[in-house]
């Protein structure tokens, strides 16, 4: 269908002017908003990008990402010492309180677990590990804890949407309940369901989002 070659192109065109992406071989294919990325790259955060990159893109309402990190036969490393550089790195951030934080490590993969008080600790210490090589996958279990036993204010999350440029608010309803938000309507891309979940895990006292806003399919 040509609507599906129009948004596989716009995906191509979109990882081809990533810096980070120059020289990276990854194949694309579209259905119906459903985009599929394959192929190779030698670090976590190339395959990352590419996934970011393609979530940007206006009617891209899913992304299946099946590409594989393949190190240089001198990169490789052993979980015990992947281990070992994940638990430095986070000792070295100062907003990392590492005994917070499990690590397991299996070939590779890095599977995080433990509790902090802001989303922004979370996503901190995945920022820290995923430039370790030796790094093929991250899974971030990591859930919230808020210091604050009142109810999130409902207003502060909607102002912030309503000053995000990349949101369009209007479609976007905020409902709360103590300390969990609901996010329900419609957006564009996967970036702006991830931009205005974001919004609502930063509200103070936020413990919980559930983000259940529908990407609208958009028709070429």
């Known amino acids: 269908m040509k609507i599906n070659e129009t948004l596989r192109n716009k995906v191509l065109e979109a990882i ?3 810096p980070l992406l120059y020289t990276a071989k990854i194949e694309v294919a579209a259905n119906e908003g459903i985009v599929t990325l394959s192929g190779t790259v030698d670090t976590y955060v190339k395959k990352r990008a590419a996934e970011y990159v393609a979530g940007k893109v206006p009617g891209v309402c899913a992304v299946a990402e099946k590409i594989k990190v393949k190190f240089a036969a001198d990169a490789t490393k052993t979980d015990e010492a992947l281990a070992s550089d994940i638990l430095t790195a986070m000792q070295f951030s ?3 309180i590492k005994d917070n934080i499990n690590v397991l490590v299996e ?3 890095i599977t995080l677990d433990g509790k902090v008080n802001w989303i922004a600790q979370k ?4 920022r ?3 430039h370790i090589s030796g790094v093929k996958m991250i899974t971030n279990n990591i859930s919230i804890r808020s210091e604050r036993e009142d109810d999130v204010e409902k207003a502060a999350i909607e102002n912030a949407l309503l000053r995000n440029w990349a949101i369009d608010d209007q479609q976007i309803e905020v409902f709360v309940l103590g300390n969990e938000v609901t996010l329900i309507g419609k957006v564009h891309s996967i970036y702006q369901s991830n931009t205005a979940e974001r919004i609502a895990w930063n509200a103070a006292g936020v413990c919980n989002v559930h983000n259940k806003l529908i990407i609208e399919y958009a028709d070429y």
Request: hydrophobic fraction near 40%; aromatic fraction near 6%.
């Open 123 to 126: 996503e901190e210490v995945e």
């Open 128 to 130: 820290v590990i995923q």
């Open 107 to 109: 070939d590779g993969w």
């Open 16 to 18: 081809r002017v990533e």
């Open 94 to 96: 100062p907003d990392i």
